[in-house]
C-alpha cells in the first residue's frame, strides 16, 4: 500500500495560482495512476486530474487550459499547477493512488488526507 501526502494548499486571491504536491512511501510510486480529487462543502467529490505511469495525463473540463499535472518519479511526488484560480475552486483537494487510470474515485485504492485551497473573490 502507498502513503500519500498532501500540501501546497491556502488562502490565494481569484485570479492567483498554487501548486500542490502529492508526496508518496511504501510501494513502487512509479507503478501507480495519480489522481486528483477535489470536494467542496455539500458537493459530492469530483475528478480534477490524472497522470499514468507513462506521464499521459487527463483533466476534468472545469479545470481544463488553467492547470498542470505532472509527477517526478525520483522524488515520488506528484504536483498540480493550479493557475487563473476562481473562488469556485474551493474545495479539499485530495491525491489518489491506483492501478488503472480513470475520473472515478472508487478506481483509487489510496488517498491522502487533503489539503484546503480557498480562492477569496
Known amino acids: 500500500q502507498v502513503q500519500l501526502v498532501e500540501s501546497g494548499g491556502g488562502l490565494v486571491q481569484a485570479g492567483g495560482s498554487l501548486r500542490l504536491s502529492c508526496a508518496a512511501s511504501?510501494?513502487?510510486?512509479?507503478?501507480?495512476?495519480v489522481g486528483w480529487f477535489r470536494q467542496a462543502p455539500g458537493k459530492e467529490r469530483e475528478f480534477v486530474a490524472a497522470?499514468?505511469?507513462?506521464?499521459?495525463?487527463t483533466y476534468a473540463d472545469s479545470v481544463k487550459g488553467r492547470s498542470t499535472i505532472s509527477r517526478d518519479n525520483a522524488k515520488n511526488t506528484v504536483y498540480l499547477h493550479l493557475n487563473s484560480l476562481k473562488p469556485e475552486d474551493t474545495a479539499v483537494f485530495y491525491c489518489a493512488a491506483g492501478a488503472r487510470p480513470g475520473i472515478v474515485p472508487n478506481l483509487y485504492d489510496a488517498w491522502g488526507q487533503g489539503t484546503q485551497v480557498t480562492v477569496s473573490s
Open positions: 511504501g510501494r513502487i510510486f512509479s507503478r501507480y495512476v
Open positions: 497522470i499514468t505511469w507513462s506521464g499521459s495525463t
